[in-house]
């Protein structure tokens, strides 16, 4: 501590000298002085994972959970950024330490958000009919080993158990989409207006351009060749756009789209611009899928899902898991657009529906007011 003490005075900016003052005064069990070494060192690097791990411990042992759990998710968002825990066996033991600690209190949190969300979910179904969502649920937070999974397939965030492990999923197991396809022309022609007002679109992809993952997106990271108009993101209704396109408003909102607070519906023009390519991604969820209704469609464009390609014909829906790898490209000379909402996967009952809602949605609001926004579906 002595030692220490003196050093962070002869280079006080230095962050990694703070650290290692407070990881001193942990030692000595002075975890006041533990926590304000960390606070300075995370003020002069605010991405400092490790700093925010020490802190967190510090504040559990405070018996400040809250502010613990906030400290972690911030750690474990750091790390994201910095790609850290990305080869978690090259890590130093004692950091490795840490970050199992911050997991496994971040783990019980989440379980006991999931207990109280599903609560009244249960006394209205039944214990029985939320046993595939408990697997869900257990599976994410790692209480469970993970489902086998066909190789494609690959959620970002969990695996719904008992599903069919199939990628596309025939128009005709949903007889009331030819009511939105008997209205193609009228949707067609709101979008040819908001097409030449030029107004209302937005990248689809909008990642920040340090962020580990944006190499990969660069083709369309930022850039109009992959465009959206907005009717929902994350659940929020973009009423300007609503108003702009009365009749694919009415369509969309006649729809049974899956509804989750502050994570869908997700409806939108999608806009392809001529040679824009939509490299190889998977979705966060299966429990949900995808539908598109093709608008605007040239020859030589394409989807993968899977391992199966297919085409589109304007104003015949196709409908996919997008958890399984896809991809899709517009190699003509012009726009391609379609029209994409979610919907529930129907081999969920209404029960496993509500307690899967019940359960993302406190997801969310647990992780929001921890400090992270946490993946939408």
Not at 88 to 103: H, I, N, Q, S
Not at 330 to 336: A, C, P, V
Request: charged content about 25%; overall charge negative; hydrophobic content about 45%.
């Amino acid at each position: 501590v002595a030692m220490l003490e003196r050093a962070t005075a002869a280079r006080p900016t230095d962050a990694s000298l703070h650290k290692n003052l407070g990881l001193a005064y942990r030692a000595v069990r002075a975890p006041d002085r533990a926590a304000r070494a960390f606070k300075e060192a995370l003020r002069l690097e605010p991405e400092f994972t490790v700093a925010w791990l020490n802190m967190g411990a510090v504040l559990d042992e405070t018996g400040q959970r809250d502010e613990s759990l906030m400290a972690y998710m911030r750690a474990f968002k750091s790390a994201e950024k910095s790609g850290l825990f990305m080869n978690v066996a090259a890590m130093p033991a004692g950091v490795r330490t840490l970050a199992e600690r911050a997991m496994s209190a971040l783990r019980e949190a989440r379980a006991e958000v999931f207990r109280e969300a599903l609560a009244p979910v249960a006394a209205r179904f039944g214990d029985d009919a939320l046993k595939r969502v408990w697997e869900c649920l257990e599976a994410y937070l790692g209480k469970r080993p993970p489902l086998p999974l066909p190789a494609l397939q690959k959620p970002t965030l969990m695996t719904f158990p008992g599903v069919p492990g199939r990628a596309w999923f025939e128009r005709e197991m949903f007889p009331w989409l030819t009511e939105i396809e008997r209205q193609t022309d009228a949707i067609r022609e709101e979008l040819t207006d908001v097409l030449a007002s030029d107004e209302g679109f937005r990248p689809f992809v909008e990642i920040p351009v340090d962020h580990p993952g944006a190499a990969y997106w660069r083709q369309v990271n930022h850039s109009p060749s992959w465009n959206a108009f907005f009717f929902y993101r994350d659940g929020g209704r973009h009423a300007v756009n609503h108003a702009r396109c009365p009749v694919t408003s009415a369509a969309l909102d006649a729809l049974p789209l899956i509804r989750i607070a502050e994570h869908s519906p997700e409806s939108f023009y999608s806009v392809l611009a001529p040679g824009a390519y939509i490299p190889p991604h998977t979705g966060v969820i299966n429990c949900r899928l995808v539908v598109h209704l093709p608008l605007i469609v040239p020859p030589d464009c394409g989807i993968r899902v899977g391992s199966e390609t297919r085409g589109w014909e304007e104003g015949r829906c196709i409908a996919f898991d997008d958890t399984f790898e896809h991809e899709a490209w517009n190699r003509s000379e012009r726009t391609r657009v379609v029209l994409i909402f979610d919907i529930w996967n129907p081999y969920l009952s209404e029960a496993e529906r509500e307690g899967m809602r019940a359960a993302v949605e406190a997801l969310g609001l647990f992780n929001r007011g921890h400090g992270d926004g946490g993946e939408s579906l």
